[in-house]
Structure formats: C-alpha cells, structure tokens
C-alpha cells in the first residue's frame, strides 16, 4: 500500500515558479504511475502531468505544455512538479495520485481517467494560489 504527502504549495504572482514535491510513504515506488491533479473551485478535478514508474514516459495536459515539468527520483520515493510561467487559471488544490503501472496503457490514460476509481492512493492536496 502507498501513501503519498504533497508539499510546496503556496502564494505566487502571474509568471511566477513554484516546485511542488510528493513525497510517498511505501517500500517502493518502482512500480507506480504517478500522476498531479488539480481541482479549481468549482470545477472537476483533471489530469495535469503524468510520469511512468521508471521516469522515461510523461505526459502533459494541453492546459500546461510548454510550462510544467513533471519528474521523479524512485531512489528518494519523490516526484516533482515544476510549474513555470504561472497564471491565474492555474490557481487550484493540487493532489499526486498513484496507480500500478500495469494498470494503465499510457500516462496519458492515467491524466484522463477518472478521479473517482482506478487509483491505489491519493495524497491531501496542496493549495496553489496564483495572484499579483
């Protein structure tokens, strides 16, 4: 079983850089898809940057190609979002979730599925908030 925590979320302004980090609590993490969410107000959860278990496949949602990276180190148990070029719109809950990489085709299928089933495990969120 995997547990995941988010962190480094925060206050910045339009154009601004954040780093969002998921730290995840299991014996390895070699065998997961990790995936970063993001729910605004008001809005359904969606897919934003998904990365294969070993790191070589990642996907990027339409909103935020060009500006997010995401990345992971299994050796640390960590997975990274990197978000550049900040905007209003990007303002939202952030949650890294994880699903067994034989469970899913592509990353890109992970980014799509629903929040509701298929994931063995979310982290609490952690709130971005992009404002000058």
């Known amino acids: 079983q995997v547990q995941l925590v988010e962190s480094g979320g925060g206050l910045v302004q339009p154009g601004g850089s954040l780093r969002l980090s998921c730290a995840a609590f299991?014996?390895?993490?070699?065998?997961?898809?990790i995936g970063w969410f993001r729910q605004a107000p008001g809005k359904e959860r969606e897919g934003v940057s998904c990365?294969?278990?070993?790191?070589?496949?990642?996907y990027n949602g339409d909103s935020v190609k060009g500006r997010f990276t995401i990345s992971r180190d299994n050796a640390k148990k960590m997975v990274y979002l990197q978000m550049n070029s900040l905007k209003p719109e990007d303002t939202a809950v952030y949650y890294c979730?994880?699903?067994?990489?034989?469970?899913?085709?592509?990353?890109?299928?992970?980014?799509?599925?629903?929040?509701?089933?298929?994931?063995?495990?979310w982290g609490q969120g952690t709130l971005v908030t992009v404002s000058s």
């Open positions: 979730a994880a699903v067994m990489d034989s469970h899913i085709t592509t990353v890109q299928t992970m980014c799509e599925m629903s929040p509701r089933n298929g994931f063995d495990a």
């Open positions: 299991v014996s390895t993490l070699d065998y997961y898809a």
């Open positions: 990365i294969s278990s070993s790191g070589g496949r990642t």
